[in-house]
C-alpha cells in the first residue's frame, strides 16, 4: 500500500474566532492545518482588494507563496442595507485600525440610531479562496501558488438595538440571523455553524477540498 501524505494547509487569518470556525468545519478532512502564528516572521498581507473576492485571493496567494504550503485566505464583512451596504468591505476598518469588535459594534449602533424604527436589514458576507499547487505532494514548491477554488457564502439577518450574547466575535452579539430572535452572541456554536456565511462558504470550500484530495 503506498503512503499518501496528509496535505498540509495553512489557515490564513489571524482572527482567534474565524480560526475555531474554520478547524471545526475542516475536522474531518485528512488535512494537517498549519497556522500563521507558526511563523512569527511573516508578512502581513494588506486588505487593498475592493471586494471579499480580491482580498480573500490576495492573502490565499501571498501566504500561500510566503510559507510554501496551500492556504486558505478569507475576507468577510457586514453590509447594512439602511447604510447603503456599509460598512461591507472595510468592516475591519470601522472606527479606526486600533478598534475592538467593542468600539466597532459601539460605533455601528450610533450610526444607526436614526434608523431605529423598523427593522435594520443587513447581511454577513464570506469569500474564501484557496491557493495551492495541483499536487498535494509536500516536496519543496518550485512554482507560484495558483487560486484553485473561490467561495462565497452570505447570510441575511438584522441588526438588533443592543448587544446580546457573549459567545463568537466581532459583530456576532448585535446580528440576528433570518428566522432567530437571538444575535450569534447567544445562539451556540453548532446553531451558527450551520448558517453563517462562513459556514456557508466553508461547506463549499470542504466541497472543493474533497474533491482535490482524492485527484492529487
Ligand atoms: P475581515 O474578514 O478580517 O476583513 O473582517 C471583517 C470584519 O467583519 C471584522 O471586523 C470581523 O470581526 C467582522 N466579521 C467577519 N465575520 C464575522 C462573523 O462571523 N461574526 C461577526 N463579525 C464578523
Known amino acids: 500500500m503506498t503512503f499518501k501524505p496528509r496535505l498540509e494547509l495553512l489557515i490564513a487569518t489571524h482572527n482567534a474566532g474565524k480560526v475555531r470556525e474554520l478547524q471545526q468545519t475542516l475536522r474531518e478532512l485528512p488535512l494537517t492545518l498549519r497556522y500563521l502564528a507558526e511563523f512569527p516572521d511573516i508578512s502581513t498581507v494588506e486588505e487593498t482588494g475592493n471586494t471579499y473576492e480580491a482580498n480573500a485571493i490576495l492573502k490565499a496567494l501571498s501566504y500561500a507563496e510566503q510559507t510554501g504550503i496551500c492556504a486558505l485566505g478569507d475576507d468577510s464583512g457586514l453590509e447594512v442595507d439602511a447604510l447603503g451596504g456599509k460598512p461591507g468591505v472595510l468592516s475591519a476598518r470601522f472606527g479606526g485600525e486600533n478598534a475592538s469588535d467593542q468600539n466597532r459594534t459601539e460605533k455601528l449602533l450610533r450610526v444607526l440610531l436614526p434608523h431605529r424604527k423598523g427593522e435594520i436589514t443587513a447581511r454577513f458576507i464570506c469569500c474564501i479562496a484557496f491557493a495551492g499547487w495541483q499536487s498535494s505532494s509536500t516536496e519543496p514548491r518550485t512554482t507560484k501558488p495558483r487560486i484553485l477554488n473561490v467561495s462565497t457564502g452570505t447570510c441575511e439577518g438584522a441588526i438588533a438595538l443592543e448587544p446580546r450574547g457573549t459567545k463568537g466575535f466581532g459583530y456576532d452579539p448585535i446580528f440576528i440571523p433570518s428566522g432567530y430572535n ?35
Open 182 to 216: 437571538e444575535t450569534f452572541g447567544e445562539l451556540s456554536e453548532d446553531v451558527k455553524g450551520s448558517l453563517s456565511h462562513r459556514a456557508k462558504a466553508l461547506s463549499a470550500t470542504r466541497g472543493f477540498l474533497t474533491q482535490f484530495l482524492r485527484a492529487t
